[in-house]
């Protein structure tokens, strides 16, 4: 990875100040130097406290650090919420990332996508290989356990973060994304996280709120379940509910066919030209 690195005169980083990116900013820091460009997306689909982390972590690592205000509610057809929404999603964010660079001279992109992503359903893959973004973790081969030793032999104080999805994740496919309903999920996983759940999930549906936290952290759960149930309704839902399959990445993917597109297996890429998409403001 290093000596991919080490071929580009400079790169632009997506950085959301999660595992893998802070991971692959420090790696390029370490390379590159100065020639470093960290770019983070800030939108209503993005938790405030994980843009203001990765303003942090960019401050800690000396890169430059921009941040955009983006508008992936005006993109056509997300709110709608197909089953390729991290697609148009990712496609129209590394459309405006490639414009950055461009108009700082910067020759490529870079985004955080590892060799463990290949296992589960990722339709944004699609978008890297169609903009010409580079995956270095990807193309190494580093899977996330991987990273995360990599990163606590490194020092980041990020080897050991929960994972972290965009909040559009929440919402079963088909279901619209609104403003109110994004700012409930939000409001629901924020109060959680303040009781000491640091791995939870807010699943919508509708007028309830299915919780999902690793099975060892059910019985806390339920300790507190007034407490719980009190947070959540006041964040917007009027039923709470508990899922006792527990946490586990890409739930909302398991009524999704194999062979979907994104799928291992599925048509998960092809080329195509570079694309925009309707994103507004920046900051």
């Known amino acids: ?30 390379i590159l130097g100065e020639h470093v460009l960290a770019v983070t997306a800030s939108s209503p689909i993005h ?20 941040v955009l205000a983006t508008s992936e509610l005006d993109l056509p057809g997300f709110c709608s919420n197909p089953a390729d929404r991290c ?10 990332l ?30 890297v ?8 973790l990807q193309e190494a081969g580093l899977t996330k356990g991987e990273i995360r030793e990599l990163s606590r032999r490194a020092g980041l104080p990020t080897w050991d973060l929960p994972p972290m999805a965009c909040l559009a994740t929440r919402f079963p496919y088909g279901t619209p994304i609104t403003p109110a309903a994004l700012a409930a999920v939000a409001g629901a996983e924020r109060a959680l996280r303040g009781m000491g759940f640091g791995l939870v999930r807010v699943r919508y549906h509708g007028t309830v709120a299915r919780i999902e936290v690793p099975g060892e952290e059910m019985g806390v759960l339920l300790a507190r379940r007034d407490q719980v149930v009190q947070a959540v309704k006041a964040a917007g839902f ?3 509910a508990l899922d006792l399959q527990g946490y586990r ?16 297996g599925g048509e998960a890429s092809c080329r195509h030209e570079e694309g925009g998409g309707a994103w507004t403001g920046r900051r």
């Open 238 to 240: 009027p039923y709470v």
């Open 47 to 66: 938790p405030e406290e994980e843009v203001e982390r990765a303003r942090r972590l960019a401050q800690e690592t000396g890169v430059a650090h921009l």
């Open 98 to 127: 490639w414009e950055v660079a461009r108009s700082r001279g910067i020759p490529c992109v870079l985004e955080g996508s590892n060799a463990s992503d290949r296992a589960e359903y990722r339709p944004g893959l699609r978008a």
């Open 87 to 96: 697609y148009l999603c990712k496609r129209a964010l590394l459309g405006l």
């Open 249 to 264: 990445t890409g739930s909302m993917d398991e009524v999704l066919a194999r062979g979907q597109p994104g799928y291992p």
């Open 129 to 136: 290989a169609e903009t010409g973004a580079r995956s270095p």
């Open 1 to 30: 990875m290093r000596g991919m690195l080490g071929q580009f005169p400079g790169a632009l980083v997506a950085f959301s100040g999660g595992v893998d990116s802070t991971f692959l900013l420090h790696e390029c820091r370490q």
